[in-house]
């Protein structure tokens, strides 16, 4: 344990998460009535999901979705803290927090869709912001310019881009592939041939709430 360490990442943490909330809401609970009372439409598009399931290794796994951007009306803002919210709720797990977490990606159906300046804030607050391991990012189904795109992509992920593994080929292909790496079945998003309903995003919405105000 490094005390000067885990100094500075409080103290990042901390930064980060008034820079994404605001300082009205940076220090009341993290919950959907309180930090997130304002983020409903963002959390409503199901960008980044909970699959509720965890790899052989104990990582939470979860799903990011690029093709929901822009399906509605939100702020860039608001769906960072729909992704600093699903992140909190999967650490709850005490395994999750000591193993980390990896996450499943379904990029945008097109280039033109696909936010990059948004993604490029996404990837600022993964590294060494917020408080968990990242795994690894699973790219699954990936568009042929995304292989090109990882090539150039070492300039600004740095270390984030050896944590990047893509996936093609037939729903069997990829959930086969996604296993050697101890990704279950039942966390392969169904539109892959999986068993994870990403369609449930909004009963487990009403799930956490009744949950945390049971707390």
């Excluded at 702020?75 to 000591?98: C, F, M, P």
């Excluded at 033109?112 to 912001?129: P, T």
């Excluded at 050896?162 to 392969?188: F, Q, W």
């Excluded at 999986?194 to 909004?202: D, T």
Aim: charge should be positive.
């Amino acid at each position: 344990f490094h005390a000067g360490r885990a100094a500075k990442r409080l103290m990042k943490y901390w930064e980060k998460r008034i820079e994404v909330f605001g300082e009205e809401k940076a220090f009341v609970r993290l919950t959907l009535d309180d930090a997130l009372a304002d983020d409903s439409v963002a959390l409503s598009l199901g960008f980044f999901q909970s699959t509720g399931q965890s790899d052989s290794a104990g990582r939470a796994i979860v799903f990011m979705d690029f093709s929901r951007e822009g399906k509605a009306e939100y702020t860039e803002l608001s769906l960072i803290r729909t992704v600093w919210y699903v992140l909190h709720v999967v650490l709850e797990d005490g395994k999750a927090q000591k193993q980390g977490v990896v996450v499943l990606v379904k990029h945008a159906d097109n280039l033109r869709q696909w936010d990059v300046k948004l993604s490029m804030k996404m990837a600022s607050q993964m590294k060494g912001a917020l408080p968990f391991r990242l795994g690894c990012f699973h790219i699954c189904h990936s568009l042929p310019i995304i292989k090109c795109f990882l090539k150039i992509s070492k300039i600004f992920l740095g270390k984030l881009r050896s944590r990047i593994r893509v996936h093609n080929g037939t729903d069997k292909e990829v959930i086969d592939s996604l296993a050697t790496y101890g990704i279950p079945k039942s966390a392969v998003p169904n539109i892959w041939g999986g068993e994870f309903k990403i369609e449930g995003q909004s009963e487990w919405v009403e799930a956490r709430r009744l949950v945390e105000n049971c707390n």
